[in-house]
């Protein structure tokens, strides 16, 4: 069973362009999570959507940050326009509906220059 | 406030020893707890969790964790150490107020050393 699919791998962008990190959950689960990590601030929970619908977003950091989930197999990250500081590695995990456990993706090491 | 304290940035141990990876906690409630591994860029893959019941919790790789209620402790433990086992380690309790949301340590490096 494939796990959560998370593309791309790495990504080097230039300050001021648009970033689009892609995620597949797992199939079957209803909830999917965004997730920054860095050595500063450690994992940091972005955005939280139930049933393709986003029901917590109080951890984008501000409005150059937006995620959707068109359906239940796919969900976005943008960053528009990306600053330096963006600069971290990006997970999304997926968890079955009425379990605990989020099973995250490999993530996408983002570097912006 | 509720909070997750992994008292130790670095653990070393030789292959073949017992290892611990110290985890405390402060939550509200009875607390649902987890243990993640991130190996060298690669994502975190789940361990074993705390849910209810046996206070010894058996996971993945032989792994295991040890509930203590009266400590807020949930330390992971292993009886022989392997040089794969080198990784960086995270400890992290669900927040009593979220079904979601959880709250994570800053993780404990693990080197093995053979």
């Known amino acids: 069973d494939a796990g959560v699919i998370q593309s791309p791998r790495h990504e080097v962008t230039e300050m001021g362009q648009e970033v689009t990190l892609r995620c597949k959950p797992i199939?079957?689960?209803?909830?999917l999570f965004w997730y920054r990590q860095t050595m500063m601030r450690g994992l940091e929970l972005l955005i939280y959507f139930n049933n393709n619908v986003p029901i917590d977003d109080s951890g984008m950091p501000e409005d150059r940050f937006s995620a959707k989930m068109p359906n239940a197999s796919f969900s976005t990250l943008k960053i528009q326009p990306s600053e330096p500081r963006d600069s971290a590695v990006y997970f999304c995990a997926s968890r079955g509906q009425g379990k605990e456990t989020q099973y995250f993706g490999p993530g996408t090491r983002l570097l912006v220059l | 406030a509720q909070s997750v304290a992994q008292p130790e940035d670095q653990v070393n141990v030789a292959e073949g020893n017992p290892l611990t990876v110290k985890c405390t906690y402060s939550v509200s409630g009875n607390p649902y707890l987890f243990w993640y591994v991130q190996y060298p860029n690669r994502g975190l893959q789940f361990l074993l969790k705390?849910?209810?019941?046996d206070n010894l919790v058996k996971g993945s790789y032989g792994f295991e964790a040890e509930f203590n209620k009266s400590q807020t402790s949930f330390h992971l433990k292993k009886p022989s150490a392997l040089v794969s086992d080198s990784a960086l380690y995270f400890c992290?309790?669900?927040?009593?107020?979220?079904?979601?949301?959880?709250?994570w340590g800053a993780g404990t490096k693990l080197i093995i050393k053979p």
């Open positions: 705390y849910i209810t019941g």
């Open positions: 199939s079957g689960h209803n909830s």
């Open positions: 992290a309790v669900r927040d009593a107020w979220s079904n979601y949301q959880l709250i």
